[in-house]
């Protein structure tokens, strides 16, 4: 099975702060790679597919990048809203399987 | 709109079977390239990925759970079905359904449900 490891486990940031979080895969999971911003006590938001793509209505301070194994996602001038805990998906089609990483906590500092 | 609502027992004992149910709206799950997947997450851990069932009835499994699940759909009323059986402790957890699109290889869940927080306890 392919593990995917996130870091740092947490972090704290000021707002207008730049911050990058990696997700590292075991193998090579070519762009199949999905980013999703959770707040306590809701559901997870898609945020960024296939590595680099914006999904549609998330605003452009958000980014992802990477290939292979190494991934990263960057949020460019934090907002208040941006506060809560980020998680890298990774997806198989043959068969359909989807791996978490184990997420990143953005704190206010 | 899309939109999905989880529902089933708030507390299931050891060794007893779950069954969840997902109700959903704004598509239809006969629709080619839309699936329904169940993810769980344990009170503070990560998330975990269980099933998936696909429009052309297609069932997918977690490796470490397989023989403990079930899926299954009722597209006439827009459900998605759950069972788990052999619950434990460690099953404990806020159980999220979420609408899966399928487009040119790339799988996004863009829909999920509120979650259904289930305790196994005696």
């Known amino acids: 099975d392919i593990q995917l490891t996130q870091s740092p486990s947490s972090l704290s940031a000021s707002i207008g702060d730049r911050v990058t979080i990696t997700c590292q895969a075991s193998?090579?999971?070519?762009?199949?790679l999905n980013w999703y911003q959770q707040k306590p006590g809701k559901a997870p938001k898609l945020l960024i597919y296939?590595?680099?793509n914006l999904e549609t209505g998330v605003p452009s301070r958000f980014s992802g990048s990477g290939s292979g194994t190494h991934f990263t996602f960057t949020i460019s001038g934090l907002q208040p809203e941006d506060f809560a805990t980020y998680y890298c998906q990774q997806y198989d089609n043959r068969p359909p399987w989807n791996t978490f990483g184990q997420g990143t906590k953005l704190e206010i500092k | 709109q899309v939109t999905l609502r989880e529902s089933g027992p708030a507390l299931v004992k050891p060794t007893q079977t779950l069954t969840l149910t997902c109700t959903f709206s704004g598509f239809s799950l006969s629709t080619s390239g839309l699936c329904v997947t169940w993810i769980r997450q344990p009170p503070g851990k990560a998330l975990e990925w269980l099933a998936r069932?696909?429009?052309?009835?297609?069932?997918y499994y977690s490796t470490s759970l397989k023989t403990r699940l079930s899926i299954s759909k009722d597209t006439s009323k827009n459900q998605v079905v759950l069972t788990m059986t052999n619950m434990d402790p460690v099953d404990t957890a806020t159980y999220y359904c979420?609408?899966?699109?399928?487009?040119?290889?790339?799988?996004?869940?863009?829909?999920w449900g509120q979650g259904t927080l289930v305790t196994v306890s005696s």
């Open positions: 296939d590595a680099s």
């Open positions: 193998q090579d999971i070519i762009n199949y």
């Open positions: 979420a609408r899966v699109r399928v487009v040119a290889g790339t799988d996004l869940i863009d829909y």
């Open positions: 069932i696909d429009w052309d009835d297609d069932k």
